[in-house]
Each structure stands twice: as structure tokens, then as C-alpha cells.
């Protein structure tokens, strides 16, 4: 999802009843470290604005939602990258108020 030229949502669905914003990072190994570790304070809040955008463009404001980040470890055709999903990877940035 993509509001304007900065601001970008790799996924966006539903689990339950909660909203998941869900920034997904690739690596063609560990040795470049892990992906969630570069999505430092600055690309959180990036992506706090973005999901910010989303959710007032929604009609129904969802109850809960929450921010994950996906893992993609390996090279394009390997049988078995591995792939890590981490719930609530970080906050919604402290600058952004919710008026709901």
C-alpha cells in the first residue's frame, strides 16, 4: 500500500478481529544481519505515518492493531528460505496521537 512517494505498507491484513501492519525484510543471508534490525527508530516511524494514513482512509476504525515484521533468509530458488514471523515488532511511534 503506497500513500504518496515516502510512505509505503508492505502488507496489510487482518488476523482476528486485529489489524497487522506487516513490514517484510529479505536477506540473502544472516551474514548481512537480521532483517528486523533495520527497521531502526526512523523506518518505525515511516512506517507509523503510513499505517496512520491508512487507517484514516478506513471507514470502521479497527479496535486493535499492531505492527510485525517478516523475515525472508535465503537465495532466490532455494528449496527452503527460512522464514521468521515476528508479532508486535514495535509501537506505533510516540509523535502520532489516535483521536479514537
Known sequence: VRFGSRQELDLVGWHGRVLVFIEVKTRASEDFGRGWASVNRAKQ???SRAAWSYLRALKEKP???RFDVVEVVGQPGDPK????????AFQLSSEIRLPW
Open 45 to 47: 516511524r515511516q512506517l
Open 81 to 88: 528460505p527460512q522464514v521468521r514471523h515476528i508479532e508486535n
Open 63 to 65: 479496535e486493535y492493531f
